[in-house]
């Protein structure tokens, strides 16, 4: 039995590699018939039709090279490239009848390099020859289009020579070299060198293009320097006769120097514009131009700083002597006021100081006037000048105010002064009376101290404010002091008059416990003895309260309120 179940396993192995060999073999021949299909393919193009047609049109020169090169490259392939690719393809289904199918695999991995390497070179092969074909066309086109141009150009050399100036002789000259260049290609076309005719013709566009270009560019460059400058640099010397003439004087004087050396320049514009070096010429251009507008803005400084002079001389004359005065008056004004009050400021100094810059200022002035009068002044140099010392006046004038003020605050402060020392007397006054009616045993000496110094510091400003030459620096600063002094004497005389009537109202409030509480009634004696013989009146009321709040806890700020409450009705 297990003799037939092998049997059976091996007839069935069989059948399997049968299949697989069959199957793997059908795959391997599909593969060769489609490069097979392919080979044929790329030997049915028309590539022997496309070279006969060449050959027709008579090659001669760099084009008949070419052909012959094109030539070569087919016949590599059909020569050698074909016969390699029927190698491997016969190779391939040999070892696929044989079942060598990694041999196969190989074959037709070749084969389909060939076919990809036959389809490339064949590709260039049949675009060059097309490319070769027409040619002859493709340039015949590429000349009447160029030529059209061309003679656009000498149409225009003829009839409007004129705007060239310069330029025209190497621009005729150009155009000369481009018919030289017409007539090459033609040669080369009728010889049959189409390739070699193409590179001409390349040249000949770019040198069309570069003379067309010149063409537009130079009427325009050379316009604006014959034209244009010209006018101007014509306008420039008149208006520097002119102005001379009129008397002006320039600073380091070389505008006529300055006008040869532009006039120079143009000169070179105009020899570049004759070589057609256009990017030159205009820069030089630009450069002529920057020198022009340089010297038109010189003159034109100079004519406005005369309008300037002319408008603002008499002005700035009668600013001078105003400032003047005014310095005059303030330096009578100081030494007045230094007879009553210390200047502490450097006022004189500073007065003196700016009466010299003043008299420097009207020096200038004069100077400038006289070179004016004589024709030797710069008119911008002046203006500057005028401009300076209106600046100048006008910050002297400031500190001139800014002086004058204080010297009035100054009168001012005394006056404010006296009226405080008014108010301190009136409080001091008022502080005594109020002490006084409060009918106090008597005072702490730390008060009375403090009265007593407070009444002499006023005192002492007021005699210092009586003096005959007063320092009101000095003065406010002992003012300030009085005023310090003046608010805390009231700010103590409150505190007193408190501790003092809270005082009377805890001792009343603790009447109610002397009797059944001797803590307070020992509290009493104490209290009563520093009001009434030490004047310690916040010690009293410190020693009550104490005493009281131990009793009944928050029963000093239930008699404080109601102090507190009588005092506003009294009020």
């Known amino acids: 039995m297990s003799f037939e179940y092998i049997l059976i396993a091996i007839i069935l192995l069989a059948v399997i590699a049968y299949g697989t060999s069959y199957l793997m073999k059908k795959k391997h021949y599909a593969i060769i018939d489609a490069l097979e299909k392919q080979k044929l393919e790329l030997m049915e193009l ?8 060449a050959k027709d049109l008579q090659l001669t020169g760099q084009t008949e090279e070419t052909f012959k090169k094109l030539k070569a490259e087919w016949q590599k392939v059909e020569t050698t490239t074909f016969p390699d690719l029927e190698n491997c393809l016969f190779d391939a289904e040999q070892a696929t009848d044989r079942l060598q199918l990694v041999h196969a695999k190989k074959a037709e991995t070749k084969a389909a390099e060939l076919i990809e390497g036959a389809k490339i070179t064949i590709a260039d092969i049949q675009e060059a020859l097309k490319e070769l074909l ?65 590179k001409v013709l390349s040249q000949v566009d770019l040198d069309t293009k570069e003379l ?32 001379i003439a009129q008397k002006f004087v320039f600073l380091d004087d070389t505008i006529l120097d300055d006008i040869e050396a532009i006039e120079k320049e143009c000169q070179v514009s105009e020899r570049l514009i004759a070589d057609c070096e256009l990017e030159e010429a205009k820069m030089k251009n630009r450069e002529i131009e920057e020198n022009i507008n340089h010297l038109y803005d010189i003159m034109e400084l ?37 007879q009553s009050y210390a200047l502490n400021n450097d006022e004189l100094a500073k007065t003196q100081t700016m009466q010299e810059e003043l008299l420097e200022i009207q020096n200038n002035f004069d100077t400038f006037t006289d070179g004016l009068n004589n024709h030797q002044a710069v008119f911008s140099a002046v203006q500057e000048s005028y401009t300076e010392h209106a600046k100048a006046l ?32 009136f409080n001091l006054r008022g502080v005594k009376r109020y002490i006084e009616k409060q009918h106090l045993p008597g005072l702490p000496t730390g008060y009375l101290d403090f009265f007593f110094a407070t009444t002499e510091r006023i005192e002492e400003l007021s005699k210092e404010l009586n003096k005959l030459r007063i320092d ?56 009563f003895a520093l009001f009434n013989q030490e004047f310690e009146y916040q010690e009293a009321l410190e020693t009550i309260s104490t005493a009281l709040e131990e009793v009944e806890p928050g029963a000093f700020k239930k008699v404080e309120e109601s102090y507190l409450e009588d005092k506003q009705k009294k009020r």
């Open 134 to 198: 027409k040619s002859e066309e493709k340039n015949l086109l590429e000349v009447k289009r160029i030529q059209e141009t061309y003679q656009e150009i000498r149409k225009k050399l003829l009839t409007q020579s004129f705007s060239f100036g310069p330029a025209l002789e190497k621009l005729e000259k150009k155009l000369t070299f481009l018919e030289v260049d017409f007539s090459k290609i033609e040669e080369l076309t009728a010889l049959g060198d189409h390739i070699e005719a193409k």
């Open 212 to 243: 067309n270009h010149l063409i537009k560019q130079v009427p325009g460059i050379l316009k604006e320097l014959t034209t244009e400058f010209a006018g101007q640099i014509e306008e420039l010397k008149e208006g520097y006769e002119q102005l």
């Open 302 to 338: 100079e004519i406005e700083a005369k309008e300037f002079i002319v408008a603002r001389q008499p002005v700035l004359d009668d600013y001078i002597e105003f400032v003047l005065e005014k310095n005059r008056k303030l330096l009578i004004e100081i030494d007045r006021v230094a």
């Open 472 to 527: 009101m620096k000095d003065i406010k600063k002992l003012c300030d002091l009085c005023d310090d002094d003046v608010e805390l004497l009231i700010e103590k005389t409150e505190d007193i008059v408190d501790s003092a009537m809270l005082t009377e109202y805890m001792m009343q409030y603790a009447n109610r416990y002397r009797h059944t509480h001797p803590e307070i009634s020992s509290a009493i004696t104490e209290s």
């Open 394 to 425: 006008e910050q002297i004038e400031g500190k001139q105010k800014e002086i004058n003020d204080h010297l009035i605050e100054l009168r001012e402060e005394e006056m404010e002064v006296k009226a405080k020392i008014d108010d301190f007397e």
């Open 46 to 53: 028309p590539v022997i039709d496309d070279l006969h047609s």
